[in-house]
């Protein structure tokens, strides 16, 4: 309303203004300043979108979260609840959310392994229809509600609220040396109701190898504890399974998280650091994560004084003279000849990872000139990367697979180049790298290519025979399966997964690469471990339990979105007949205008 009066007195008191000095008749002068008072109220009401109409509301499109999550702890009363509200809200159809959206009878018993929001949302705005939503609050894309048609609401109905704790996330090495020693995260959740005290155990294969202790934990709390453990010696591939065990825990499902090791008699690859630091860690990471390469590292702490990496035990350096000689990737950072000439301390491929001197860290990777690295290097934010120190004195390669200048500007200086002949050899001079790592996003998206770009290189491209690998360490059911293209260049790779139990029924899937993308989805698994045969070799996949089945902080109970709505009042800008008449009446203004003799 106020609008509107605000657009009428700007109509007539510009119109006034326009036609107070005329000397025509005053009936006639009248006529055409009303018209123009006319066309100034709809344009000024026009530009301010004003309210055209009374709101005509409509019933809300009505949806119930059919998601797993409501049956944790053994809780029912929560989900027979929801069941009555949503049944006793909906006036027409009745929509089911959880794994996808669709209408049909309620379930006596919630079974999806999803809460996904958005294609319920995009079907309220496509019919323009407010939403109300009955859930638990645990959804995967909250943050789908806040464009949601105007009037939307939520409604939580809270489920199970005792004790419970969960292993939300294990951080572990995709592959390792049997006997050698390996660092696994575990993070333990609780739910609404806290956690007690308990114990994490670590088991791999049959073998329990660690046993940790877990303190109390707050309502919707979370700790991570670290388990160090010497991996059997088994080769091939053995599932890793973390184990919470607390004091009145009620929901057995989520107390087991698993993953798969990869465990091989030898190592593939061997860093050796004379000056350990963030740049060393993060290579090695690398190494034992996103490549799955069976990683050993040992670190010089003192003249004469080397400790291996994860346990930090004393290791020999005649023994680390020997792994160097025999493994088929080295990478010697820090004093590249502490072993001697690098050439003749080992067969295998080489890196020569020299930090320069700190203090110029005023250099920035601008490019990466065609170089067998270039390509994982296409779609890399360059301005979003921190600088690097670089050294003066960098050898000249055979190629160049980073460029950098001082500022962004014009001196120039190549970080890393590379060497093909006898034995393949990448020279850093260089360091700061893992000021990309730690700043997320972009920055550690183009770390991860560069330095897997260079250690597949390293390795002749054999990080990984076989066509194609899970690319997450925990996969949960539920979840689109994530597989990375291993060796080859086929674009369509075969994979057979057949779980293990039940029926053992073998189940064929086809994976399609697209150039330039090493990572595609599959669709969702049931829990299990399942044997995987593909062109290359075998693996195994293991699905543990869906994420519903662990807590998480739910959404609140309200008013949500802010789309239109078909029960909003109409908007001027809207009606198209209002242009019209615009249109008109300034057409006529103009036509009497000239009749009276008016310019």
């Given at each position: 309303m106020t609008i509107w009066m605000v657009a009428v007195v700007g109509g007539v008191l510009l119109a006034l203004l326009s036609y107070r000095w005329r000397a025509a008749s005053a009936v006639p002068t009248l006529l055409v300043a009303a018209l123009r008072a006319l066309a100034l109220t709809l344009l000024i009401a026009l530009l301010f979108d004003a309210v055209a109409g009374l709101p005509h509301p409509v019933p809300p499109i009505v949806a119930l979260d059919v998601s797993q999550s409501w049956s944790r702890g053994g809780d029912t009363l929560a989900w027979h609840t929801a069941r009555a509200r949503a049944r006793s809200a909906a006036t027409d159809s009745l929509f089911l959310v959880g794994d996808s959206v669709r209408a049909g009878a309620v379930p006596d018993k919630p079974s999806d392994a999803s809460t996904r929001l958005r294609p319920l949302v995009e079907r309220a705005l496509s019919s323009g229809r407010p939403l109300e939503l009955v859930t638990d609050g645990e959804v995967d894309d909250?943050?789908?509600?806040?464009?949601?048609?105007?009037?939307?609401?939520?409604?939580?109905?809270?489920?199970?609220?005792?004790?419970?704790?969960?292993?939300?996330?294990?951080?572990?090495?995709?592959?390792?040396?049997?006997?050698?020693?390996?660092?696994?995260?575990?993070?333990?959740?609780?739910?609404?109701?806290?956690?007690?005290?308990g114990t994490v155990s670590l088991v791999i294969g049959d073998l329990r190898v660690a046993q940790v202790p877990v303190q109390p934990l707050?309502?919707?709390?979370?700790?991570?504890?670290?388990?160090?453990?010497?991996?059997?010696?088994?080769?091939?591939?053995?599932?890793v399974h973390a184990i919470v065990a607390t004091s009145g825990d009620a929901e057995p499902r989520n107390d087991t998280l698993t993953t798969v090791l990869e465990v091989s008699p030898a190592a593939g690859a061997v860093l050796v650091s004379t000056s350990p630091d963030l740049d060393?860690?993060?290579?090695?990471?690398?190494?034992?994560?996103?490549?799955?390469?069976?990683?050993?590292?040992?670190?010089?702490?003192?003249?004469?004084?080397?400790?291996?990496?994860?346990?930090?035990?004393?290791?020999?350096?005649?023994e680390i003279r020997k792994i160097v000689r025999d493994a088929p990737l080295v990478v010697l950072h820090g004093d590249t000849a502490v072993f001697g000439p690098p050439r003749t301390a080992t067969k295998g491929a080489l890196t020569l990872f020299a930090p320069p001197p700190e203090g110029s860290a005023d250099w920035y990777a601008t490019s990466a000139p065609p170089s067998p690295v270039s390509a994982a290097l296409s779609a890399a934010a360059w301005d979003s990367l921190p600088p690097l120190d670089v050294a003066g004195d960098v050898p000249t390669g055979e190629w160049v697979a980073l460029e950098t200048r001082r500022g962004r500007r014009f001196e120039r200086r190549n970080a890393i180049v590379g060497r093909e002949g006898a034995r393949r050899t990448v020279i850093v001079g260089a360091s700061g790298f893992w000021r990309w790592r730690v700043r997320g996003g972009a920055a550690s998206d183009t770390f991860g290519?560069?330095?897997?770009?260079?250690?597949?290189?390293?390795?002749?491209?054999?990080?990984?025979?076989?066509?194609?690998?899970?690319?997450?360490?925990v996969v949960h059911a539920g979840d689109p399966v994530r597989w990375r293209r291993g060796a080859g260049d086929d674009s369509v790779v075969s994979v057979?997964?057949?779980?293990?139990?039940?029926?053992?029924?073998?189940?064929?899937?086809?994976?399609?690469?697209?150039?330039?993308?090493?990572?595609?989805e599959s669709r969702p698994l049931t829990p299990g471990v399942y044997d995987v045969k593909t062109a290359g070799g075998n693996s195994v996949l293991a699905v543990n339990p869906s994420r519903e089945l662990y807590p998480r902080r739910a959404i609140r109970s309200g008013a949500v979105g802010r789309?239109?709505?078909?029960?909003?009042?109409?908007?001027?800008?809207?009606l198209g007949w209002v242009y019209a008449i615009v249109i008109i009446a300034l057409c006529v203004e103009w036509f009497l205008r000239r009749r009276l003799g008016m310019r």
């Open positions: 909250a943050e789908a509600l806040t464009t949601v048609p105007a009037g939307s609401r939520v409604v939580v109905v809270d489920g199970y609220g005792g004790q419970d704790a969960a292993l939300a996330d294990i951080e572990a090495p995709r592959a390792a040396v049997g006997n050698d020693t390996a660092e696994f995260r575990i993070q333990v959740a609780s739910g609404r109701g806290g956690a007690g005290a707050a309502p919707l709390a979370d700790r991570v504890v670290t388990a160090r453990a010497r991996v059997p010696n088994v080769a091939g591939a053995s599932l060393a860690r993060e290579a090695l990471a690398l190494l034992r994560g996103a490549l799955a390469l069976p990683t050993r590292g040992f670190y010089r702490i003192a003249p004469g004084l080397w400790r291996q990496d994860g346990s930090l035990g004393p290791a020999n350096e005649a290519a560069l330095w897997g770009g260079l250690f597949d290189w390293l390795s002749g491209g054999r990080t990984d025979v076989r066509a194609a690998v899970s690319a997450d360490a057979v997964l057949t779980r293990r139990g039940g029926d053992a029924r073998a189940d064929s899937m086809m994976l399609r690469f697209t150039e330039g993308d090493n990572i595609v789309g239109s709505s078909l029960s909003d009042a109409p908007r001027l800008r809207s």
